[in-house]
């Protein structure tokens, strides 16, 4: 550690970036370098500072392990900063394992959460959740408290658990204040505007409201049969199953359902599921084989009975009926509403959930990614669609704890 | 180099006492002693404590970003690119020179009427007037140099390179490496003063604390 290295991150660690570059701007040693690199993220050139942050890492070398370690996880923050999310997370995973080994456990921890807020990006919601439950019980910094705080508010709220996300949200808010850092203050808030929008529809015997998601939570915490066309499956008591892999199934469910305690005519639900007003006798025998289809799926939650005119849906114990539909009506509303779960779908599962054409549902996606309602990974058959984050994703800020060689 | 080849084994550091951290000051860089209190470059600030008691008893808001000495009657400090002398009475700034290394300095030490300045990355340690920053001589060491001081007509210095840290007695004309003291892992060495006596004073870096590292007894010959 030299001079104008320890004057420069002292200018850093007060975001004064200008100054810290004033004070290496010429050096190419290996700590100028990273604090270059720092201090080009903290000003948004983002590009930049991977390159720098690059060179240093490699100029460090194996000898100063900590210093190249630190200089991965800043630079493995900067690409999460410019939603680079390509590349293999095993160098940022080496470089955790070595800031851990060493001692430095604030470093090592900002680099696990740069992991799970990268997992949750790419959907890999399973994977964001284990990473932040090997972080619970730790005593993290305020700043990162309230970064893992955001990101379990996010799982939680993609898992419609609104009282753990409030709870994380509130976590988050009194972390942000103790560490000072107002952006992420203004995403806890950005959090709970989430908390209160309208997130879905209940349809109930012919009448519609509209549903928060913590009303929504209860809906689905009700001793009820649940037929949720957001997710495409249904709920009886505490059991999920999904449809979203049997669109006809799923249709003709949701239109009994709707019926409900009415039974659904015939014709009616040729209509609907099959999309067709002239119905023949081969439509009709269709009809019956679907019927028997989903009697067999929905065979412990209901029976369906066959009436005069049509069918008839009778849960089990009694259970009364209910219909979660998206807020709104649309292709590109049912669509959003699959993605909310946070996961990483490719098209022709979503077209195979709403039983709808790869085509149409690949020109709805293309449609809401222009208008950033979704955004997508990967190229080509790999390509995954994603809903936007529901947070922010404040990074950066963080980076001042990186500085090397200290 | 033939240096290298004659290097002693280590001897592991005795760590004495440790000071700090200290109130609004989380890292520290240089020390020195001034016979009662020892001083301690903070970044944005010089602190100095009494070693018996380890309080702090006076605090000057100074720059003070790598090494620092003292001749006597005042301080020096390396502040950025420069080497400023501090009264230690009032704070006031007297002269600046600049530092040898540009910038790329660490430690700072009075001696025989100079300031030795070790400069980090580039392993040396370079011998400067103390009115114009002129290089009088420069001596090679084979680590990164971080503090310098001179007891008993000895050079040592500290080491601060591949995530470890030494203390080094060097001989001023060859460099050659006579005694080695090892601190312990993930213990750093920024700056070093020897207390006249018994002790090295020892700048912890990020650590925040004053080590206290005991001096080793002289050699037989």
Same mark, same amino acid.
């Given at each position: 550690?030299?001079?104008?290295?320890?004057?420069?991150? #002292?200018?850093?660690?007060?975001?004064?970036?200008?100054?810290?570059?004033?004070?290496?701007?010429?050096?190419?040693?290996?700590?100028?370098?990273?604090?270059?690199? =720092?201090?080009?993220?903290?000003?948004?050139?983002?590009?930049?500072?991977?390159?720098?942050?690059?060179?240093?890492?490699?100029?460090?070398?194996? #000898?100063?392990?900590?210093?190249?370690?630190?200089?991965?996880?800043?630079?493995?923050?900067?690409?999460?900063?410019?939603?680079?999310?390509?590349?293999?997370?095993?160098?940022?995973?080496?470089?955790?394992?070595?800031?851990?080994?060493?001692?430095?456990?604030?470093?090592?921890?900002?680099?696990?959460?740069?992991?799970?807020?990268?997992?949750?990006?790419?959907?890999?919601?399973?994977?964001?959740?284990?990473?932040?439950?090997?972080?619970?019980?730790?005593?993290?910094?305020?700043?990162?408290?309230?970064?893992?705080?955001?990101?379990?508010?996010?799982?939680?709220?993609?898992?419609?658990?609104?009282?753990?996300?409030?709870?994380?949200?509130?976590?988050?808010?009194?972390?942000?204040?103790?560490?000072?850092?107002?952006?992420?203050?203004?995403?806890?808030?950005?959090?709970?505007?989430?908390?209160?929008?309208?997130?879905?529809?209940?349809?109930?015997?012919?009448?519609?409201?509209?549903?928060?998601?913590?009303?929504?939570?209860?809906?689905?915490?009700?001793?009820?049969?649940?037929?949720?066309?957001?997710?495409?499956?249904?709920?009886?008591?505490?059991?999920?199953?999904?449809?979203?892999?049997?669109?006809?199934?799923?249709?003709?469910?949701?239109?009994?359902?709707?019926?409900?305690?009415?039974?659904?005519?015939?014709?009616?639900?040729?209509?609907?599921? *099959?999309?067709?007003?002239?119905?023949?006798?081969?439509?009709?025998?269709?009809?019956?084989?679907? =019927?028997? #289809?989903?009697?067999?799926?929905?065979?412990?939650?209901? #029976?369906?009975?066959?009436?005069?005119?049509? *069918?008839?849906?009778?849960?089990?114990?009694?259970?009364?009926?209910?219909?979660?539909?998206?807020? =709104?009506?649309?292709?590109?509303?049912?669509?959003?509403?699959?993605?909310?779960?946070?996961?990483?779908?490719?098209?022709?599962?979503?077209?195979?959930?709403?039983?709808?054409?790869?085509?149409?549902?690949?020109?709805?996606?293309?449609?809401?990614?222009?208008?950033?309602?979704?955004?997508?990974?990967?190229?080509?058959?790999?390509?995954?669609?994603?809903?936007?984050?529901?947070?922010?994703?404040?990074? =950066?800020?963080?980076?001042?704890?990186?500085?090397?060689?200290? | 180099?033939?240096?290298?080849?004659?290097?002693?084994?280590?001897?592991?550091?005795?760590?004495?006492?440790?000071?700090?951290?200290?109130? !609004?000051?989380?890292?520290?860089?240089?020390?020195?002693?001034? !016979?009662?209190?020892? $001083?301690?470059?903070?970044?944005?600030?010089?602190?100095?404590?009494?070693?018996?008691?380890?309080?702090?008893?006076?605090?000057?808001?100074?720059?003070?970003?790598?090494?620092?000495?003292?001749? !006597?009657?005042?301080?020096?400090?390396?502040?950025?690119?420069?080497?400023?002398?501090?009264?230690? /009475?009032?704070?006031?700034?007297?002269?600046?020179?600049?530092?040898?290394?540009?910038?790329?300095?660490?430690?700072?030490?009075?001696?025989?009427?100079?300031? $030795?300045?070790?400069?980090?990355?580039?392993?040396?340690?370079?011998?400067?007037?103390?009115?114009?920053?002129?290089?009088?001589?420069?001596?090679?060491?084979?680590?990164?140099?971080?503090?310098?001081?001179?007891?008993?007509?000895?050079?040592?210095?500290?080491? $601060?390179?591949?995530?470890?840290?030494?203390?080094?007695?060097?001989?001023?004309?060859?460099?050659?490496?006579?005694?080695?003291? /090892?601190?312990?892992?993930?213990?750093?060495?920024?700056?070093?003063?020897?207390?006249?006596?018994?002790?090295?004073?020892?700048?912890?870096?990020?650590?925040?604390?004053?080590?206290?590292?005991?001096?080793?007894?002289?050699?037989?010959?």
């Amino acid at each position: 550690m030299d001079s104008l290295i320890a004057a420069a991150g #002292r200018a850093l660690a007060v975001g004064d970036a200008l100054a810290a570059l004033k004070r290496v701007a010429l050096r190419e040693d290996p700590p100028a370098l990273a604090l270059r690199g =720092i201090a080009m993220a903290q000003l948004g050139d983002y590009p930049r500072a991977r390159e720098l942050l690059r060179r240093a890492a490699r100029a460090f070398g194996a #000898r100063e392990a900590i210093a190249r370690a630190r200089c991965v996880v800043a630079e493995a923050e900067t690409a999460l900063a410019m939603r680079d999310l390509g590349g293999s997370p095993r160098a940022l995973a080496e470089a955790a394992a070595v800031l851990a080994a060493r001692g430095d456990r604030a470093n090592a921890w900002q680099a696990q959460l740069i992991a799970a807020r990268r997992a949750l990006l790419l959907g890999r919601v399973d994977e964001a959740a284990a990473v932040l439950a090997t972080l619970a019980g730790t005593e993290l910094p305020p700043a990162l408290a309230a970064v893992a705080a955001l990101a379990e508010a996010e799982l939680a709220l993609r898992a419609l658990r609104t009282a753990s996300a409030r709870a994380a949200l509130d976590r988050a808010e009194t972390a942000a204040r103790r560490a000072g850092v107002a952006p992420l203050l203004a995403e806890a808030a950005d959090a709970r505007a989430a908390l209160g929008r309208i997130a879905a529809r209940l349809i109930r015997a012919g009448h519609e409201q509209p549903l928060r998601l913590d009303q929504v939570e209860a809906l689905l915490a009700a001793d009820m049969l649940v037929v949720d066309a957001c997710r495409r499956g249904w709920q009886a008591g505490d059991g999920w199953r999904s449809l979203a892999r049997r669109p006809v199934l799923f249709a003709l469910l949701r239109a009994l359902a709707e019926a409900w305690p009415e039974p659904a005519e015939r014709g009616e639900l040729i209509a609907r599921v *099959f999309r067709t007003r002239d119905p023949d006798d081969s439509h009709r025998s269709r009809l019956r084989v679907e =019927i028997g #289809r989903l009697r067999a799926l929905l065979a412990p939650s209901a #029976r369906i009975e066959a009436t005069a005119g049509g *069918f008839v849906l009778r849960p089990r114990s009694g259970r009364r009926v209910a219909v979660l539909a998206p807020p =709104i009506d649309g292709d590109s509303a049912s669509l959003l509403a699959l993605l909310a779960d946070g996961a990483a779908w490719s098209s022709s599962a979503l077209a195979q959930a709403l039983g709808a054409s790869q085509r149409s549902v690949q020109r709805a996606l293309a449609e809401l990614e222009t208008e950033g309602r979704v955004r997508s990974v990967g190229r080509a058959r790999a390509q995954r669609w994603l809903a936007p984050p529901l947070l922010g994703f404040t990074t =950066i800020l963080l980076l001042p704890a990186a500085l090397p060689a200290e | 180099m033939s240096r290298n080849a004659h290097s002693p084994e280590p001897l592991p550091a005795q760590i004495v006492r440790e000071y700090g951290p200290f109130d !609004g000051a989380d890292k520290i860089a240089g020390v020195t002693y001034d !016979g009662h209190r020892v $001083w301690a470059a903070a970044g944005a600030q010089m602190l100095a404590f009494d070693p018996a008691s380890g309080r702090v008893e006076r605090r000057l808001e100074r720059a003070a970003d790598a090494g620092t000495a003292f001749d !006597g009657t005042y301080l020096y400090q390396i502040a950025e690119a420069r080497i400023d002398k501090i009264d230690p /009475a009032t704070g006031d700034v007297l002269a600046s020179i600049p530092a040898p290394g540009a910038g790329g300095d660490s430690g700072l030490a009075w001696a025989e009427g100079s300031l $030795w300045v070790g400069q980090y990355r580039e392993r040396k340690i370079h011998r400067i007037d103390p009115a114009t920053g002129a290089v009088l001589r420069t001596i090679e060491s084979n680590r990164f140099v971080t503090g310098v001081t001179w007891v008993d007509g000895d050079l040592w210095h500290a080491t $601060w390179e591949g995530d470890a840290s030494e203390l080094r007695h060097v001989d001023p004309d060859s460099g050659a490496v006579l005694e080695r003291l /090892a601190m312990p892992p993930d213990t750093f060495v920024s700056g070093l003063e020897s207390d006249g006596a018994e002790l090295f004073y020892c700048g912890g870096g990020s650590s925040g604390r004053v080590r206290a590292v005991r001096r080793p007894k002289t050699r037989a010959g």
